[in-house]
């Protein structure tokens, strides 16, 4: 009986070792094991109009962690933007609250893109969220520009077009009530972001974002994420606020003692 | 039942380091990472709601004394990745729980690895700890 446990554990980590994405410690520790490398992923799958098919449920990506910064790149904070950042208290993050996280936070849920038609060239891509409040990002790929004069929104005005095989979206329009991380780093509603999304093989999108807010932020920054395809997934209700009883327990500031 | 038993906790504890990430608010903001707590006690409620499942445990002292304990687990999305239902604890079921105490000193935690049936089932519970780096 033992060994059957023990046969059943080891079939299921190999399953899930096979799924798990690059970065984890697990894979990190069977790729040095493994001989010869595992066949790399098969190419990315492509609509009949040749472009490249993002649609999918996807988990991970976004956010701006200093880890995943651009070669060279930095975050350097303008004075004001630092002294509202000092003074961000941890119940006060949005996301905590149940709002949305903007961009180009995510919240640990999967999310799913969408495009369509798929038979022409699309017109819009969106990008539906199972957290934080079952939101969507919606993209214009119909060659329109952004208004001049724009309500301010947690998500922005996004347009997209086709650098080859990598979407561009190109966001203005934000609010500036979101945060971008847990630590509350801060921007103002002059953000614009650059989204460049390319499907490198058929389990992996890589998703890189440029953040430009001459408001907030000395100079640009580029974060290069990725996010898996999870074909087997599908997104399922979030209502984070029904029954949120966090809040009045969270407290400290944003940023803790001595940094995170 | 043991086979499944066992692919179950395979699951639990391969998925230990993916449900690291998963709580929609600071762990360090609500619980104390070096306050781990054991309780031993019997279910007296299980809410299956976002942002966070959470259940609720008497727990007896060497008094007599009866504290009921409000111990938060994942979503349940999340739980339900990891091999959860609805139906995992029922009220009366006597648990233990290892737990990460509320900073503000209330009777909350966030629990952490396994919880513990009688019958020596033991569910996932995930480990929040670690999650703030986004």
Known sequence: ?260 | MKHKLGVLIGIAGILWPMAQLHAHHSFAAEYDEKQVIELKGTVTRFDWLNPHVRFYVDVKDAKGNVTNWDLELMSPNTLTRAGWDRHALKVGDTVTVTAYRAKDGTNRANARGNVILADGRKIFAGDAVGGDNR
């Not at chain 1, 001989?35 to 999918?56: M, T, V």
Request: with cysteine.
């Open chain 1, 1 to 260: 009986m033992i060994g059957t446990r023990i046969g059943s554990v080891a079939v299921v980590a190999a399953v899930v070792l096979l799924v798990m994405p690059e970065q984890s410690p697990l894979t990190a520790r069977a790729g040095q094991a493994a001989k010869p490398a595992a066949k790399p992923a098969p190419p990315a799958p492509r609509l009949p109009n040749g472009r490249p098919d993002l649609s999918g449920v996807l988990n991970g990506g976004g956010g701006i962690a200093a880890r995943n910064l651009k070669k060279g790149d930095e975050i350097v904070l303008l004075p004001e933007a630092k002294k509202l950042m000092d003074s961000r208290q941890s119940k006060d993050d949005p996301e905590a609250n149940c709002l949305p996280t903007g961009v180009p936070r995510m919240n640990p849920y999967p999310w799913r893109i969408v495009q369509q038609p798929t038979h022409t060239e699309s017109t819009h891509i969106f990008i539906l969220f199972e957290g934080n409040v079952h939101s969507y990002r919606q993209i214009f790929m119909d060659g329109r520009p952004h208004p001049d004069d724009l309500v301010p929104t947690w998500y922005g005005h996004s347009t997209g077009k086709w650098e080859g095989d990598t979407l561009v979206v190109d966001t203005v329009g934000y609010n500036d009530r979101f945060w971008f991380d847990f630590d509350g780093h801060p921007h103002t509603t002059q953000l614009h972001t650059i989204e460049r999304f390319t499907r490198t093989d058929l389990n992996t999108l890589s998703w890189e974002i440029t953040i430009i807010d001459p408001g907030a932020y000395a100079k640009p920054f580029t974060v290069q994420t990725r996010a898996e395809y999870k074909p087997g997934w599908e997104l399922m209700e979030y209502i984070c606020n029904e029954n949120n009883t966090n809040v009045p327990h969270i407290q400290g500031p944003a940023v803790p003692p001595g940094g995170r």
